[in-house]
């Protein structure tokens, strides 16, 4: 369940003024070495069941992290990349393969992480939920 919430991720991403902003540069898991900034990772960190009586039911933790150069993009781009994943993915529907994304809520945010000197990066998290009937 974990790939198809990762793939409505994608999905939402794609052609959104988000993707604008840091050059449709996202991936799962871990970014590629040395890449340009501003950028996204985004992960799940936790899964749990939490089915009912008619259907089969998770809650998700993922976490997104955007990692930018404070020379070229400072605090104000960071903050404005922040805001287009906040409109982008609270309380969203994503797409999700046989499964209904039934909740998309934000968490909370924590700012300005740092690498080094050079990074600046702020990491929000999302409790999402996705369902489907028992057969």
Not at 3 to 13: C, L, T
Not at 66 to 77: P, Q, R, S, V
Request: net charge negative.
């Amino acid at each position: 369940m974990i790939a198809q919430v990762a793939q409505g991720i994608m999905a939402k991403f794609t052609g959104s003024a988000l993707s604008t902003l840091v050059g449709g540069r996202i991936w799962r898991d871990s970014a590629k070495q040395n890449e340009t900034m501003p950028y996204i990772v985004f992960q799940c960190i936790d899964t749990q069941n939490c089915d009912t009586f008619s259907e089969f039911c998770e809650f998700q933790h993922w976490i997104f992290y955007i990692w930018a150069d404070l020379a070229n993009t400072g605090y104000a781009g960071l903050d404005a990349i922040e805001t287009a994943l906040r409109s982008l993915f609270d309380y969203a529907t994503l797409t999700t393969t046989g499964w209904n994304n039934t909740g998309f809520k934000f968490g909370n945010a924590n700012p300005s992480i740092s690498e080094d000197d050079n990074v600046i990066g702020v990491m929000v998290d999302y409790e999402i939920y996705i369902s489907k009937a028992r057969v």
